[in-house]
């Protein structure tokens, strides 16, 4: 059965809010092999039937299904569409029409009618406040579209019902550039006669605390909502509504919510009504215009966030300080919703925290000055179901301080608030220990995208830190559908930027002070391995979907990155006079101390490397022939001098640590000849440390992939299996549920790192998902074949494992492979979508058989390589 399925705008289905140029993608789903596309025909409509055709392609001869431009037709602002693909492949079959994308465009700029309004202008509040307006309509339209955002986080209501389920809205961006708006169709909400536009707003990013400074209203004090309709009615005519000076606001029941600290609600203080006609709001006060603020309006580009999981309580439990402990079994962001049944007045207190401590009480020291904690007053009666609204948390456990009648489990629901990336991939083994470690990488991942990439969701900080954004986004680029969320996340590092090139630490930035890191004054931007972020984020997602447009778009940030380091090299070449992180929380720090024993000159010019490698290939890519040929021979040179300044006449490192081996042989930074030495050092290292790992940020990403890739694929296995501290596994072992900071954020002996910097949710370390993915599985994307147009499949078997199978949905259909291993057989599985190939590597003697011809095979002394096209196949062959 030929099909087109999963068509995309911009990799995203539906697709709102579009503003510029759309790209479209598809995939093609075949049961037959070596199926390709020949030809695709593609249609735009008004209408969701397709009743008319308002641009139609026509049968275009072509094999392209990713990076599509309609030409000849521009889709006009503020408008829907609905777009289909059909395909002939060359097997001679004729798809039907896919399922329609549907699109919602947005504006580029616009004179909006509508302006944000105020409420008043207390500086300290965090609390969240109700706007409203009655409308009336003398006739309903045939369509009606929303824009709306707020200074601060918004719930916009019409007639008393909440519109959408999308969370912290508009999104975090730096709100002095740039604010966001939602886009939405609200015909069916609407009706003749009286409406009420209702909103409730809360301080969120916008003027609440944020930052490990604790800053309040970094982005201003007076939080505003703004809405604009649009109505269209049936004769053709327009009509505009939105906020201006005749709304009013009132207090609302949240009497606090802050992003780190909770939230407080006393529901006696509800209005009944509030958001519906005719509510008497003279007691109201006036709203203030704020002129000018629309300006900053850009549509929401990113990936929407919402609840998009139900976790059930798991178990009550009294700590031996008497708490009331409720264990949801998994620590996650979001919030908890409750029941609860009692008298007027009566109160909720509700604390959160990752983990319960050596003696097994709450544990909330790690929060810093994060309160976490929902207040929350009865108003009596029937029972009463609650979460917040504008405020999340970091959690597995959670502390009833008070709360009225007994304690039953199902009146406890976690709710699982991330950005709604679909999950396209996913990894498996015959190692439950593994297997956990990939459960731990999968929730630290949904814990830190809500929204933009964070370091963590639970103490005071949950900021967008690039660096742990770029070691990370290979992996998540394999796990989840990331395009939108990173693009949107990239939009904003430019609007960071430096006009010297130099990317801020944190995107969105709020530190206005770093502080001092070891006696050394910290800066806010520039950090090695942690601007690179804005080469490494872009190129990650070209690789993984084929499409050039955020090279293209990324482009001059890209290059001012590399120049910004460039600036501020010796010589251009060796950068090591800024301030840098370094091999971050390295284990082979001095006591005390954050700072990895890897010198940071080594780390900072090896990334430099890799940028300007980066910019080179991107260069050439999008035909800027004179920047590829620069960049390509600034590379080199930065290689030589990184050779004769960090290289011994032996051919290894001078710094003996770990990550200075890493970086050297995964950067491609060696000379032929110096590559056996160095990792010899690395494995002497590594059996000097009683074969454990003593890397940090830096190294760990690539320490079994330096080893494997250079003839230590057992010492790869070994350390990833090690079980014992400092270890993968050794925190699964200590029932982690999701990736620690910190190797020993649970030392053996039970007490804990200091809980000045100790997250139990920070994915950096889970980067080696890219090892199990691309090594144990074997999946790796051609870079001359981007998006898995080809895929290269070279599985290795070792560790001790008997089976392994992983999955990733590319941008032109399912990739599956196993394997599994019996006496030296190894069944060996693979399916790849139709308009793809495999470069198939199997490290084995002898090829048993097959439900293919394999003669296709060549052979080496070590392995058997095939190149095939689409389809499933099956094989056998000795290990
Ligand atoms: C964050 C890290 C971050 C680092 C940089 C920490 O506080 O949690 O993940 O990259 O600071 O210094």
């Given at each position: 059965?030929?099909?087109?399925?999963?068509v995309?705008?911009?990799?995203?289905?539906?697709?709102?809010?579009?503003?510029?140029?759309?790209?479209?993608?598809?995939?093609?789903?075949?049961?037959?092999?070596?199926?390709?596309?020949?030809?695709?025909?593609?249609?735009?409509?008004?209408?969701?039937?397709?009743?008319t055709?308002?641009?139609?392609s026509?049968?275009?001869?072509?094999?392209?299904?990713?990076?599509?431009?309609?030409?000849?037709?521009?889709?006009?602002?503020?408008?829907?569409?609905?777009?289909r693909v059909?395909?002939?492949?060359?097997?001679?079959?004729?798809?039907?029409?896919?399922?329609?994308?549907h699109?919602?465009?947005?504006?580029?700029?616009?004179?909006?009618?509508?302006?944000?309004v105020a409420?008043?202008?207390?500086?300290e509040?965090?609390?969240?406040?109700?706007?409203?307006?009655?409308v009336?309509?003398?006739?309903?339209?045939?369509?009606?579209?929303?824009?709306?955002?707020?200074?601060?986080?918004?719930?916009?209501?019409?007639n008393?019902?909440v519109i959408?389920?999308?969370?912290?809205?508009?999104?975090?961006?730096?709100?002095?550039k740039?604010?966001?708006?939602?886009?939405?169709?609200?015909?069916?909400?609407?009706?003749?006669?009286?409406?009420c536009?209702?909103?409730?707003?809360?301080v969120?990013?916008?003027?609440?605390?944020?930052?490990?400074?604790?800053?309040r209203?970094f982005?201003?004090?007076?939080?505003?909502?703004?809405c604009?309709?649009?109505l269209?009615y049936?004769d053709?005519?327009i009509?505009?509504?939105?906020?201006?000076?005749?709304?009013?606001?009132?207090?609302?029941p949240?009497?606090?919510?802050?992003?780190?600290?909770?939230?407080?609600?006393?529901a006696?203080?509800?209005?009944?009504?509030?958001?519906?006609p005719?509510?008497?709001?003279?007691?109201?006060?006036?709203?203030q215009?704020?002129?000018?603020?629309?300006?900053?309006?850009?549509?929401y580009?990113?990936?929407?966030?919402?609840?998009?999981?139900?976790?059930?309580?798991?178990?009550?439990?009294?700590?031996?300080?008497?708490?009331?402990?409720?264990?949801?079994?998994q620590?996650?962001?979001?919030?908890?919703?409750f029941?609860?049944?009692?008298?007027?007045?009566?109160e909720?207190?509700?604390?959160?925290?990752?983990?319960?401590?050596?003696?097994?009480?709450?544990?909330?020291?790690?929060?810093?000055?994060a309160?976490?904690?929902?207040r929350?007053t009865?108003k009596?009666?029937?029972q009463?179901?609650?979460?917040?609204?504008?405020s999340?948390?970091?959690?597995?456990?959670?502390c009833?301080d008070?709360?009225?009648?007994?304690?039953?489990?199902?009146?406890f629901?976690?709710?699982v608030?991330?950005?709604?990336?679909?999950?396209?991939?996913?990894?498996?083994?015959?190692?439950?220990l593994?297997?956990?470690?990939?459960?731990?990488?999968?929730?630290?991942?949904?814990?830190?995208?809500?929204?933009?990439?964070?370091?963590?969701?639970?103490?005071?900080?949950?900021?967008?830190?690039?660096?742990?954004?770029q070691?990370?986004?290979p992996?998540?680029?394999?796990?989840?559908?990331?395009?939108?969320?990173?693009?949107k996340?990239?939009?904003?590092?430019?609007?960071?930027?430096?006009?010297?090139?130099?990317?801020?630490?944190?995107?969105p930035?709020?530190?206005?002070?770093?502080?001092m890191?070891?006696?050394?004054?910290?800066?806010?931007?520039g950090?090695?391995?942690?601007?690179?972020?804005?080469?490494?984020?872009?190129?990650?997602?070209?690789?993984?979907?084929?499409?050039?447009?955020?090279?293209?778009?990324?482009?001059?940030s890209m290059?001012?990155?590399?120049?910004?380091?460039?600036?501020?090299?010796?010589d251009?070449?060796?950068?090591?006079k800024?301030?840098?992180?370094g091999?971050?929380?390295?284990?082979?720090?001095?006591?005390?101390?954050?700072?990895?024993?890897t010198?940071?000159?080594?780390?900072?010019?090896?990334?430099?490397?890799?940028?300007?490698?980066?910019?080179?290939?991107?260069?050439?890519?999008l035909?800027?022939?004179?920047?590829?040929?620069?960049?390509?021979?600034?590379?080199?040179?930065?290689?030589?001098?990184?050779?004769?300044?960090?290289?011994?006449?032996?051919?290894?490192?001078?710094?003996?640590?770990?990550?200075?081996?890493v970086?050297s042989?995964?950067?491609?930074?060696?000379?032929e000849?110096?590559?056996?030495?160095?990792?010899?050092?690395l494995s002497?290292?590594?059996k000097?440390?009683?074969?454990?790992?003593?890397?940090?940020?830096?190294?760990?990403?690539?320490?079994?992939?330096?080893?494997?890739e250079?003839?230590r694929?057992?010492?790869?296995?070994?350390?990833?299996?090690?079980?014992?501290?400092?270890?993968?596994l050794?925190?699964?072992?200590?029932?982690?549920?999701?990736?620690?900071?910190?190797?020993?954020?649970i030392?053996?002996?039970?007490?804990?790192w200091?809980?000045?910097?100790n997250?139990?949710?920070?994915?950096?370390?889970?980067?080696?998902?890219?090892w199990?993915?691309t090594?144990?599985?074997?999946l790796?994307?051609?870079?001359?074949?981007?998006?898995?147009?080809?895929?290269?499949?070279a599985?290795?078997?070792?560790?001790?494992?008997?089976?392994?199978?992983?999955?990733?949905?590319?941008?032109?259909?399912?990739?599956?492979?196993?394997?599994?291993?019996?006496?030296r057989?190894?069944?060996?599985?693979?399916?790849?979508?139709?308009?793809?190939?495999?470069?198939?590597?199997?490290?084995?003697?002898?090829?048993l058989?097959?439900?293919?011809?394999?003669?296709?095979?060549?052979?080496?002394?070590s392995?058997?390589?095939?190149?095939?096209?689409?389809?499933?196949?099956?094989?056998?062959?000795?290990?």
């Amino acid at each position: 059965m030929l099909a087109v399925q999963r068509v995309q705008g911009n990799f995203q289905s539906p697709l709102i809010g579009a503003i510029g140029p759309i790209h479209f993608s598809w995939a093609i789903t075949s049961d037959g092999r070596d199926v390709y596309q020949q030809s695709y025909q593609l249609q735009v409509a008004e209408y969701e039937d397709f009743s008319t055709v308002a641009y139609d392609s026509g049968m275009v001869s072509s094999e392209q299904s990713i990076g599509i431009h309609v030409h000849g037709f521009t889709f006009q602002e503020g408008r829907q569409y609905w777009v289909r693909v059909k395909v002939v492949t060359t097997d001679g079959r004729c798809s039907p029409f896919s399922e329609p994308l549907h699109i919602i465009t947005a504006f580029t700029s616009r004179n909006w009618t509508a302006q944000f309004v105020a409420v008043d202008s207390k500086k300290e509040t965090s609390e969240a406040r109700y706007l409203r307006k009655d409308v009336h309509l003398s006739r309903v339209p045939i369509r009606a579209m929303a824009y709306t955002s707020a200074l601060g986080l918004y719930e916009f209501s019409i007639n008393g019902e909440v519109i959408g389920d999308d969370l912290f809205t508009p999104g975090w961006s730096d709100y002095k550039k740039r604010v966001l708006y939602q886009s939405r169709d609200i015909t069916a909400y609407l009706q003749k006669g009286s409406n009420c536009l209702g909103a409730l707003v809360g301080v969120g990013w916008y003027a609440g605390e944020i930052g490990f400074e604790c800053n309040r209203n970094f982005y201003g004090d007076r939080t505003a909502f703004f809405c604009q309709i649009d109505l269209e009615y049936a004769d053709g005519t327009i009509e505009q509504l939105g906020t201006d000076g005749t709304w009013r606001w009132a207090e609302s029941p949240i009497l606090f919510s802050e992003i780190y600290d909770g939230e407080t609600y006393d529901a006696n203080r509800e209005a009944t009504g509030w958001n519906q006609p005719g509510y008497r709001d003279d007691s109201w006060k006036s709203v203030q215009e704020l002129p000018g603020m629309s300006d900053r309006l850009e549509p929401y580009d990113g990936m929407t966030v919402g609840v998009v999981q139900e976790l059930a309580a798991v178990q009550h439990i009294v700590t031996p300080h008497g708490e009331h402990v409720i264990d949801f079994g998994q620590n996650l962001t979001g919030w908890v919703k409750f029941k609860v049944q009692g008298m007027k007045g009566e109160e909720v207190v509700i604390r959160h925290a990752e983990v319960l401590d050596a003696d097994g009480n709450f544990y909330t020291e790690n929060l810093r000055s994060a309160k976490q904690t929902i207040r929350y007053t009865l108003k009596g009666g029937p029972q009463e179901t609650f979460h917040p609204h504008f405020s999340f948390q970091g959690f597995r456990y959670i502390c009833l301080d008070v709360y009225p009648g007994t304690i039953e489990l199902e009146n406890f629901t976690a709710q699982v608030i991330h950005s709604r990336f679909d999950e396209i991939g996913g990894f498996s083994s015959s190692n439950a220990l593994l297997n956990r470690l990939q459960h731990n990488i999968i929730w630290s991942l949904k814990g830190n995208f809500l929204d933009i990439p964070t370091d963590c969701p639970q103490r005071d900080e949950r900021l967008g830190w690039t660096g742990d954004a770029q070691m990370f986004v290979p992996t998540a680029a394999f796990l989840a559908d990331t395009w939108a969320f990173f693009s949107k996340w990239l939009r904003d590092l430019v609007l960071e930027q430096r006009s010297d090139g130099a990317v801020s630490n944190v995107v969105p930035n709020v530190i206005m002070d770093q502080g001092m890191i070891d006696g050394v004054v910290g800066d806010t931007f520039g950090s090695s391995a942690w601007g690179d972020a804005a080469t490494i984020v872009p190129w990650t997602m070209y690789l993984a979907y084929g499409d050039s447009a955020i090279l293209e778009r990324q482009y001059e940030s890209m290059k001012g990155w590399v120049e910004f380091i460039r600036g501020n090299a010796t010589d251009g070449l060796i950068w090591e006079k800024s301030f840098s992180f370094g091999d971050w929380v390295a284990l082979d720090a001095q006591e005390g101390s954050y700072l990895g024993a890897t010198p940071v000159g080594l780390v900072s010019t090896a990334y430099y490397v890799r940028s300007t490698q980066i910019l080179a290939q991107s260069a050439k890519i999008l035909g800027k022939t004179a920047d590829a040929n620069l960049y390509a021979d600034l590379a080199e040179k930065i290689k030589e001098a990184f050779r004769s300044r960090f290289i011994g006449s032996e051919g290894k490192p001078k710094a003996r640590t770990q990550t200075a081996c890493v970086l050297s042989l995964v950067f491609n930074l060696l000379l032929e000849w110096q590559k056996e030495p160095t990792v010899e050092l690395l494995s002497t290292l590594i059996k000097e440390n009683d074969g454990h790992l003593t890397t940090g940020f830096v190294g760990t990403p690539f320490i079994c992939q330096a080893l494997s890739e250079h003839g230590r694929l057992s010492e790869a296995y070994d350390l990833l299996l090690k079980q014992d501290y400092p270890s993968w596994l050794y925190q699964v072992e200590r029932g982690a549920t999701t990736i620690w900071e910190h190797w020993d954020g649970i030392k053996p002996d039970g007490s804990m790192w200091s809980p000045d910097m100790n997250s139990f949710n920070h994915y950096a370390y889970g980067a080696v998902g890219s090892w199990l993915y691309t090594s144990i599985a074997g999946l790796r994307i051609d870079e001359e074949y981007p998006g898995y147009k080809k895929v290269i499949v070279a599985p290795h078997i070792g560790g001790g494992l008997t089976t392994a199978e992983a999955f990733h949905h590319s941008p032109y259909g399912k990739i599956a492979t196993s394997w599994k291993i019996i006496d030296r057989v190894v069944e060996f599985y693979l399916s790849i979508p139709p308009n793809t190939s495999a470069h198939l590597v199997l490290e084995g003697s002898d090829l048993l058989d097959g439900d293919f011809d394999l003669s296709v095979f060549t052979r080496t002394d070590s392995a058997f390589m095939a190149e095939i096209g689409s389809g499933e196949y099956h094989l056998r062959y000795i290990r």
